[in-house]
């Protein structure tokens, strides 16, 4: 694309409210461009321009959505007054993020992804009062600060943070004290061995740290009363986290894929609103459940794929619990001795299955012998 095609933007036909550039053969973009959109276009995507460096984005431009993707950008500028609602950059050459990030006024949804940005400033986005949902997806971010030394109005408008796919190695959860109302926090696949400091959040608050290199992580300085979900899947651990009970309101935790060795339910017990637990895939030989304390909520358990050898679900003081033991080294289970509350029991690949799924299942099941998982677990 040439300069001597920005007449072409004149007739775009007025029903169409999206275009996309593709190999736009400048080295800037600047109000030359911009102004010869027409007004009815409202999101634009610029795309594939290998030789593109620099943007200028004027006063004037009416489109809400704007983003850049796989060119050679290191430079941005926007004014002030700009209407832009949501912006993303992916598969650029920032380094940092680019001041001109702070003049998004209007902005609810900011993206900076797939460029070699190393450390992300909170402060950045300090005043944008709009702003609701962050996404910093593949960068290589080592640090996160907030040089912020005033309160700011993104505070109190900020609820989705995603930095996955980066290089964190130690996270200071006392940077997003002041992010009271984030109730989405993505920390995935970093390389994560170390989780630092006091948090608090009165947010129902979901917490993504899958696929990290976390051994232990602890919640004692931790005051979350709302926090509902916590996904640990794909770390280290070799023990459940310390002081659980600090995540009261918990509904949902994952910690499948660890090192887990030994658990027992009462370790749940303090989570009253907890209705699922996922254990699967670690290594976990004994799992307790003989107890009258249970987490009150619980509905669904699962420990498929583990080592575990025997289970007792004679004492299940909840009134429904669904058990997922597939794939463990169960070779005797009574039948008659089993708490009515459990409603579904799946324990395929065991040396011995007496799966049902039903009442009436149930009532008529019969345990078969698994020759190759008794071989397995030999």
């Given at each position: 694309?040439?300069?001597?095609?920005?007449?072409?933007?004149?007739?775009?036909?007025?029903?169409?409210?999206?275009?996309?550039?593709?190999?736009?053969l400048?080295?800037?973009?600047?109000?030359?461009?911009?102004?010869?959109?027409?007004?009815?276009?409202?999101?634009?995507?610029?795309?594939?321009?290998?030789?593109?460096?620099?943007?200028?984005?004027?006063?004037?431009?009416?489109?809400?959505?704007?983003?850049?993707?796989?060119?050679?950008?290191?430079?941005?500028?926007?004014?002030?007054?700009?209407?832009?609602?949501?912006?993303?950059?992916?598969?650029?050459?920032?380094?940092?993020?680019?001041?001109?990030?702070?003049?998004?006024?209007?902005?609810?949804?900011?993206?900076?992804?797939?460029?070699?940005?190393?450390?992300?400033?909170?402060?950045?986005?300090?005043?944008?009062?709009?702003?609701?949902s962050?996404?910093?997806?593949?960068n290589?971010?080592?640090?996160?600060?907030?040089?912020?030394s005033?309160?700011?109005?993104?505070?109190?408008?900020?609820?989705?943070?995603?930095?996955?796919?980066?290089?964190?190695?130690?996270?200071?959860m006392?940077?997003?004290?002041?992010?009271?109302?984030?109730?989405?926090?993505?920390?995935?696949?970093?390389?994560l061995?170390?989780?630092?400091?006091?948090?608090?959040?009165?947010?129902?608050?979901?917490?993504?740290?899958?696929?990290?290199?976390?051994?232990?992580?602890?919640?004692?300085?931790?005051?979350?009363?709302?926090?509902?979900?916590?996904?640990?899947?794909?770390?280290?651990?070799?023990?459940?986290?310390?002081?659980?009970?600090?995540?009261?309101?918990?509904?949902?935790?994952?910690?499948?894929?660890?090192?887990?060795?030994?658990?027992?339910?009462?370790?749940?017990?303090?989570?009253?609103?907890?209705?699922?637990?996922?254990?699967?895939?670690?290594?976990?030989?004994?799992?307790?459940?003989?107890?009258?304390r249970?987490?009150?909520?619980?509905?669904?358990?699962?420990?498929?794929?583990?080592?575990?050898?025997?289970?007792?679900?004679?004492?299940?003081?909840v009134?429904?619990?669904?058990?997922?033991?597939?794939?463990?080294?169960?070779?005797?289970?009574d039948?008659?001795?089993?708490?009515?509350?459990?409603?579904i029991?799946?324990?395929?690949?065991?040396?011995?299955?007496?799966?049902?799924?039903?009442?009436?299942?149930?009532?008529?099941?019969?345990?078969?012998?698994?020759?190759?998982?008794e071989?397995?677990?030999?």
């Amino acid at each position: 694309m040439g300069e001597s095609n920005f007449f072409m933007n004149g007739y775009i036909p007025c029903h169409v409210k999206e275009v996309t550039y593709q190999n736009v053969l400048f080295n800037k973009l600047d109000h030359a461009f911009f102004h010869a959109l027409p007004r009815h276009v409202k999101h634009v995507h610029i795309t594939r321009s290998p030789t593109l460096r620099s943007i200028s984005i004027p006063r004037e431009i009416t489109f809400s959505e704007f983003s850049i993707t796989a060119t050679a950008i290191n430079r941005i500028e926007i004014d002030e007054r700009s209407v832009i609602k949501e912006f993303t950059v992916d598969e650029s050459k920032f380094i940092t993020i680019p001041n001109a990030i702070s003049h998004l006024q209007e902005a609810e949804k900011i993206g900076v992804t797939d460029s070699p940005i190393t450390v992300l400033d909170m402060a950045s986005f300090c005043h944008l009062s709009k702003l609701r949902s962050l996404n910093f997806h593949g960068n290589r971010i080592r640090h996160i600060v907030n040089s912020a030394s005033k309160n700011c109005s993104v505070y109190n408008s900020l609820q989705y943070f995603h930095i996955s796919y980066n290089l964190l190695k130690t996270l200071h959860m006392e940077v997003f004290n002041a992010f009271g109302k984030i109730e989405v926090l993505e920390i995935k696949q970093n390389r994560l061995r170390l989780i630092q400091g006091s948090f608090r959040s009165t947010a129902p608050l979901k917490l993504y740290l899958l696929k990290n290199k976390l051994k232990a992580i602890d919640f004692c300085r931790w005051n979350v009363p709302h926090m509902v979900f916590l996904d640990l899947d794909s770390n280290e651990l070799t023990a459940l986290p310390d002081c659980l009970e600090n995540i009261s309101s918990l509904t949902s935790l994952f910690l499948t894929r660890n090192q887990i060795e030994s658990v027992t339910i009462e370790s749940f017990a303090a989570l009253s609103k907890l209705e699922m637990i996922n254990l699967s895939v670690n290594k976990i030989t004994t799992f307790e459940l003989h107890s009258v304390r249970y987490p009150r909520s619980l509905r669904w358990l699962y420990v498929s794929n583990n080592n575990i050898t025997a289970i007792d679900l004679s004492l299940v003081p909840v009134p429904s619990l669904e058990v997922f033991v597939s794939g463990n080294c169960i070779s005797k289970f009574d039948t008659n001795n089993i708490s009515p509350n459990v409603t579904i029991l799946l324990m395929i690949d065991n040396p011995i299955d007496c799966s049902w799924q039903s009442l009436q299942e149930r009532n008529n099941v019969t345990c078969i012998a698994d020759a190759a998982s008794e071989e397995r677990c030999t």
